[in-house]
């Protein structure tokens, strides 16, 4: 069982970090700092080290050093998001944004220690080392015998070696970002980073100087220079998910790094060559968004030179129970219940479901039914699939201060109304005096579930200058 040091001096992130990670059958141990760490265990034994970026003591980073053949994902507020760059060029495998939510954290756990195993810790993006073309093949990092995938993952071999620039479109949880991992593990560039970027996760006030660094007082808090994504992926690949959601500004100079391959920081008159190739991602439809002014056009074909689609779930009634039992294969041994089965009547319900979640609704459905699961075969009330609290959850988000509270006192004072009806009612009434990340605090969730429900629900988004 991969054991998992957490570091960090809030208690109570502490804590819900290593309930999570326990939950999902992590051995886990947790320190204050990194002075403590050390003191109380030996941080290079531990198969992944999560940090916080700013400790009492030593910063977080210091790890990478004191643990060098130990992975090390680095937690970091929005405020401090750039200094996420300059922890990946110190050697951390990933960052992660606070706040995130269950599946954020797990997925990027997850990702990290199955690269670790695969790799045989020499495979990591940060220390330029090649994956072999057998582990980077499209069919081994995405799951699909039907046709519909087979397109895809060819698709996918024949465009992967050429700079091509890619626009990779389909529903949320269809599996975007493996599809760009693997244009890149497949691709000359694979010796470099890839850096991924959700354009909806981050605050439009931070956006540009994320993707294209600012200078030193280039606006209040600039207090140093900065670092964008985009020069941080310099050499290798730049994965923007979530491109629709761009702001107007950001998109003027995204269109320069195309044409150009010039990148000019926030604050700066001096321009900078950078060689990256761009992989971009949508679930929207950015053509019909050019007719409407929300995209520029020119960008749009810059973008849309090679396109692939990925299928949504739906249109893969092949692959359904094949991707059930390897989700459930993998939730088994991490849980302890290896013998674990469908019955028959579970198979059925997974293929009656229409599944609007994709895959990632799969996969949450198997953890879920393999976590109340006493016996050793799982029936139909375990998936539980027609439940609209199933279906319209909110899930809980870790680090964001009284949410907790906040959330339990505004959900039981609208007890007549569903969570959907509930996220409706709350969006439609509030959000014209308060931003995005206001109302994302608010519900508990994350920025990006706030954006995906409003997509879900069709609720549109207020386009104003206090979001």
Same mark, same amino acid.
């Given at each position: 069982?991969?054991?998992?040091? =957490?570091?960090?001096?809030?208690?109570?992130?502490?804590?819900?970090?290593?309930?999570?990670?326990?939950?999902?059958?992590? %051995?886990?141990?947790?320190?204050?700092?990194? +002075?403590?760490?050390?003191?109380?265990?030996?941080?290079?034994?531990?198969?992944?080290?999560?940090?916080?970026?700013?400790?009492?003591?030593?910063?977080? %980073?210091?790890? =990478?050093?004191?643990?060098?053949?130990?992975?090390?994902?680095?937690?970091?507020?929005?405020?401090?998001?750039?200094?996420?760059?300059?922890?990946?060029?110190?050697?951390?495998?990933?960052?992660?944004?606070?706040?995130?939510?269950?599946?954020?954290?797990?997925?990027?756990?997850?990702?990290?220690?199955?690269?670790?195993?695969?790799?045989?810790?020499?495979?990591?993006?940060?220390?330029?080392?090649?994956?072999?073309?057998?582990?980077?093949?499209?069919?081994?990092?995405?799951?699909?015998?039907?046709? &519909?995938?087979?397109?895809?993952?060819?698709?996918?071999?024949?465009?992967? &070696?050429?700079?091509?620039?890619?626009? =990779?479109?389909?529903?949320?949880?269809?599996?975007?970002?493996?599809?760009?991992?693997?244009?890149?593990?497949?691709?000359?560039?694979?010796?470099?980073?890839?850096?991924?970027?959700?354009?909806?996760?981050?605050?439009?006030?931070?956006?540009?100087?994320?993707?294209?660094?600012?200078?030193?007082?280039?606006?209040?808090?600039?207090?140093?220079?900065?670092?964008?994504?985009?020069?941080?992926?310099?050499?290798?690949?730049?994965?923007?998910?979530? =491109?629709?959601?761009?702001?107007? +500004?950001?998109?003027?100079?995204?269109?320069?790094?195309?044409?150009?391959? +010039?990148?000019?920081?926030?604050?700066?008159?001096?321009?900078?060559?950078?060689?990256?190739?761009?992989?971009?991602? %949508?679930?929207?439809?950015?053509?019909?968004?050019?007719?409407?002014?929300?995209?520029?056009?020119?960008?749009?074909?810059?973008?849309?030179?090679?396109?692939?689609?990925?299928?949504?779930?739906?249109?893969?009634?092949?692959?359904?129970?094949?991707?059930?039992?390897?989700?459930?294969?993998?939730?088994?041994?991490?849980?302890?219940?290896?013998?674990?089965?469908?019955?028959?009547?579970?198979?059925?319900?997974?293929?009656?479901?229409?599944?609007?979640?994709?895959?990632?609704?799969?996969?949450?459905?198997?953890?879920?039914?393999?976590?109340?699961?006493?016996?050793?075969?799982?029936?139909?009330?375990?998936?539980?699939?027609?439940?609209?609290?199933?279906?319209?959850?909110?899930?809980?988000?870790?680090?964001?201060?009284?949410?907790?509270?906040?959330?339990?006192?505004?959900?039981?004072?609208?007890?007549?109304?569903?969570?959907?009806?509930?996220?409706?009612?709350?969006?439609?009434?509030?959000?014209?005096?308060?931003?995005?990340?206001?109302?994302?605090?608010?519900?508990?969730?994350?920025?990006?579930?706030?954006?995906?429900?409003?997509?879900?629900?069709?609720? &549109?988004?207020?386009?104003?200058?206090?979001?």
């Amino acid at each position: 069982m991969p054991r998992i040091l =957490i570091v960090e001096d809030e208690d109570i992130i502490r804590s819900a970090v290593r309930k999570l990670l326990q939950h999902a059958g992590y %051995t886990v141990s947790d320190a204050g700092s990194v +002075e403590e760490a050390e003191q109380h265990y030996e941080p290079e034994k531990f198969d992944l080290i999560i940090s916080d970026l700013r400790l009492p003591g030593a910063p977080g %980073t210091e790890l =990478i050093n004191r643990a060098p053949s130990t992975p090390v994902l680095i937690m970091t507020s929005y405020a401090s998001l750039r200094s996420a760059v300059d922890s990946m060029k110190m050697g951390a495998v990933e960052y992660i944004a606070k706040p995130f939510d269950h599946d954020e954290m797990l997925a990027a756990v997850e990702k990290i220690l199955a690269r670790k195993m695969s790799d045989a810790g020499s495979g990591d993006l940060q220390n330029g080392s090649k994956t072999s073309p057998e582990d980077s093949d499209p069919a081994n990092i995405m799951f699909g015998h039907c046709d &519909p995938m087979q397109r895809v993952f060819t698709l996918i071999r024949k465009v992967a &070696p050429t700079e091509t620039t890619v626009l =990779i479109q389909g529903e949320s949880g269809t599996g975007k970002e493996l599809a760009a991992r693997a244009l890149h593990l497949l691709s000359p560039r694979a010796s470099k980073p890839l850096i991924s970027v959700n354009c909806a996760a981050i605050p439009e006030s931070l956006i540009e100087s994320e993707l294209f660094g600012h200078e030193k007082g280039a606006f209040t808090g600039a207090v140093s220079a900065r670092t964008g994504l985009i020069e941080a992926a310099d050499g290798g690949s730049l994965f923007l998910d979530e =491109i629709g959601e761009l702001p107007a +500004e950001a998109q003027a100079r995204l269109l320069r790094v195309l044409q150009e391959s +010039e990148i000019r920081k926030v604050g700066s008159t001096q321009s900078r060559t950078v060689n990256v190739r761009m992989i971009a991602a %949508t679930h929207r439809n950015l053509k019909a968004m050019t007719r409407t002014g929300e995209f520029r056009e020119d960008l749009y074909y810059r973008l849309n030179v090679m396109q692939i689609r990925i299928p949504p779930l739906r249109e893969r009634q092949a692959d359904i129970l094949g991707l059930a039992r390897r989700f459930l294969k993998r939730q088994g041994e991490k849980m302890g219940k290896p013998l674990l089965n469908l019955s028959p009547e579970a198979m059925r319900a997974l293929e009656r479901h229409r599944w609007p979640g994709n895959v990632r609704e799969l996969e949450n459905a198997i953890e879920r039914a393999t976590i109340l699961c006493d016996g050793d075969v799982i029936s139909p009330g375990l998936l539980d699939l027609d439940s609209e609290a199933g279906d319209e959850h909110i899930p809980e988000t870790l680090v964001e201060g009284n949410n907790e509270q906040t959330r339990t006192t505004d959900v039981d004072s609208s007890n007549d109304l569903s969570l959907e009806d509930y996220f409706q009612h709350f969006v439609l009434e509030n959000q014209d005096r308060m931003s995005e990340t206001e109302l994302a605090q608010k519900l508990g969730i994350s920025r990006k579930s706030l954006w995906e429900r409003r997509q879900r629900l069709g609720i &549109p988004r207020k386009k104003s200058s206090g979001n």
